[in-house]
């Protein structure tokens, strides 16, 4: 799993059913101390989350399937928790 | 997840049994603000959404086999969402 932030949110209306009702954002993958690191991803908010949090992301194959009880879920990356406060020492 | 916008199809006579009747997209990972990211895949669109100069949202691991109505396929990137617009 990883640190996110959240930038932008995807509006789409043609998509596979798993994705209804569903808000799906692109985040920017952040260090501990928030500075942006890596590509953007585009992820499957599942905690009611919005632009500009701080969140984790993350998941295994078929865990979406699990999470929202679907029968086919092709879901990757979601959204498990909004982060409040992160306490850390210096990383490389 | 990602987003990629599509840039061209791929057309293939003799194809396993699952990838008949389904589209082969030939698409390019971007970043939201368009610059690209990654070299070109071939993508799977059994939905049908998307043609080239879409900008779409692909699944890239074993749950793309999951955007087929049969659930499996031998895939690890398919089309799961047509984009409209990134606000």
Same mark, same amino acid.
């Given at each position: ?27 920017? &993958?952040?260090? &501990? ?31 979406? =399937? =699990?999470?929202? =009880? ?21 990383? =490389? | ?16 049994? $699952?990838?008949?009747? +389904?589209?082969?997209?030939? %698409?390019?990972?971007?970043?939201? #603000?368009?610059?690209? +990211? ?13 043609? @080239? ?5 692909? %699944? ?9 109505? #049969? ?7 398919? %089309? %799961?969402?047509?984009?409209?617009? @990134? $606000?």
């Amino acid at each position: 799993m990883f640190l996110a932030k959240i930038k932008k949110r995807v509006v789409s209306t043609r998509k596979h059913p798993a994705y209804n009702g569903k808000h799906v954002f692109v985040v920017q &993958p952040v260090n &501990p101390d928030l500075k942006a690191v890596g590509n953007e991803w585009v992820a499957v908010d599942y905690v009611g989350a919005s632009i500009g949090d701080i969140v984790v992301c993350g998941g295994a194959p078929g865990v979406a =399937q =699990q999470v929202f =009880q679907l029968d086919y879920a092709p879901i990757r990356t979601l959204i498990m928790a909004i982060v409040d406060k992160i306490d850390f020492r210096d990383f =490389q | 997840m990602k987003l990629g916008n599509v840039i061209g199809n791929v057309w293939a006579e003799r194809k396993v049994k $699952q990838l008949h009747g +389904c589209r082969l997209l030939v %698409v390019q990972p971007i970043q939201s #603000s368009g610059r690209p +990211c990654g070299s070109p895949l071939v993508v799977a669109d059994p939905g049908r959404l998307a043609g @080239i100069g879409d900008t779409v949202v692909i %699944v890239t691991s074993t749950d793309a086999a999951q955007a087929f109505d #049969s659930g499996v396929a031998p895939v690890n990137a398919a %089309v %799961v969402e047509l984009v409209d617009i @990134i $606000q």
